[in-house]
């Protein structure tokens, strides 16, 4: 297959922007007053205002205008805040046959940057991608949103390498996820960590699984990331305590698809005794530990109480409870929490079905070589 004509591969670290030779005139310069161009600003004034754009212009447009631009994308100062695009690994849930398919799309971002660097899909990985940006940062990364799908090599590097968090962002699942039962053991890296968002993906791998039919089984790469030791979710209350030990300037926690016992309740209140900022979406907490929360968490100016189950709406009492704090936003409605639920179950046992259906094919593999 022929390239496409006029199209100049690019290179991360190596590639520069062409250069555009301009004349001017004497007689020019005479006619038009002297303007600053933005070039000529100085590199760290520069790199405030590249910080601000976002990660697809500073990795797919900026770098390539001029040489100044190109040399100041690459400043750490641009890489303080980093909040990674969606990742949506594409297929997730296949028929028998695609089993061991390589997962063909990655989301809109990332499909993107593959096919400008024109990097072989077969080779691309979120953790290398992960590092790469990571590393741009030079250890002075500040906030953090790590795309989902994310696996325990990619999370451990960034608790080494980002010694001065202050926010981090993990979306994927604290049940289904693997690599999330790691992260109360790596919380105790980011001492200054502020504020942290955990859950929220569950949603986008329902979107996908509602339309695919009677798949029965899970991709490859999406199979990798899943916990099947056992159905738990003790992981939130161990993640909390962590915090509560090492966080000593922590404010701020926003808990999404996750259920809220007695324990994790207990743990908000005994180990965060700091909080001011609490969130939380499409989770379930009984109406008992919800008063919990209210009577406990003296400092809190700020409780969103998103679409979650276990309780009756809220009532004049907990509204009496929930008086002292400044800004409390209750939405109730009908939840998803107990689908998402089935879903994680339904997630796991697919991939128990994956694990069995690979035995299969060995020992089948072996009983042909014993007959040969």
């Known amino acids: 297959m022929s390239r496409p004509e006029k199209k100049m ?41 590249f910080a601000r754009v976002g990660m697809e ?18 400043n750490p100062l641009c890489w303080k805040s980093l909040s990674f695009p969606d990742f949506e690994p594409n297929p997730m849930f296949v028929s028998v046959h695609e089993i061991d398919f390589e997962t063909r ?43 989902g799908f994310c696996n325990e090599e990619g999370l451990r590097y960034v608790s080494e390498t980002c010694p001065e968090l202050r926010m981090l962002h993990l979306c994927d699942d604290l049940v ?33 699984y509602s339309g695919e039919g009677s798949v029965e089984y899970l991709s490859k790469s999406f199979e990798a990331l899943l916990a099947f030791d056992k159905f738990s979710d003790g992981n939130l209350h161990k993640i909390l305590v962590q915090v509560g030990i090492h966080c000593k300037n922590f404010r701020s926690l926003h808990i999404f698809e996750t259920l809220v016992g007695e324990a994790e309740a207990l743990a908000i209140v005994t180990m965060l005794p700091g ?38 709406g809220c009532d004049p009492e907990l509204l009496k409870l929930a008086s002292h ?13 107990t689908r998402l639920n089935v879903l994680k179950r339904n997630i ?16 089948m593999a072996r009983v042909l070589d014993l007959d040969e």
């Open 176 to 208: 289904l996820f693997k690599h999330c039962r790691v992260v109360s053991e790596l919380i105790g890296k980011w001492k200054y960590l502020e504020h942290l968002t955990l859950g929220g993906k569950c949603g986008e791998i329902l979107k996908q």
């Open 57 to 74: 212009s500073l990795l797919l447009a900026l770098p390539f205008v001029c040489k100044s631009w190109y040399a100041t994308s690459h």
């Open 275 to 312: 909080l001011m900022d609490l969130t939380l979406g499409q989770s379930r907490i009984e109406r008992d530990n919800l008063v919990m929360l209210l009577q406990g968490c003296k400092k809190l100016c700020c409780f969103n109480l998103w679409y979650c189950e276990g309780f009756e």
């Open 325 to 337: 704090i400044s800004e409390f936003w209750y939405k109730g409605a009908v939840t998803d929490f």
């Open 9 to 49: 591969k690019r290179s991360l670290d190596l590639a520069s922007p062409p250069t555009i030779n301009r004349v001017v005139s004497n007689q020019d310069n005479h006619h038009q007053p002297l303007s600053r161009r933005w070039e000529d600003l100085e590199v760290d004034c520069l790199a405030n205002v």
């Open 105 to 147: 799309k990655f989301g809109p971002f990332y499909d993107k940057f593959i096919n400008e660097y024109r990097i072989n899909r077969t080779r691309f990985s979120i953790t290398g991608f992960i590092k790469l940006v990571i590393k741009r940062s030079d250890g002075k990364a500040t906030s953090l949103k790590l795309p």
């Open 348 to 363: 796991l046992t697919m991939g128990i079905k994956n694990q069995i259906w690979r035995k299969g094919r060995m020992l």
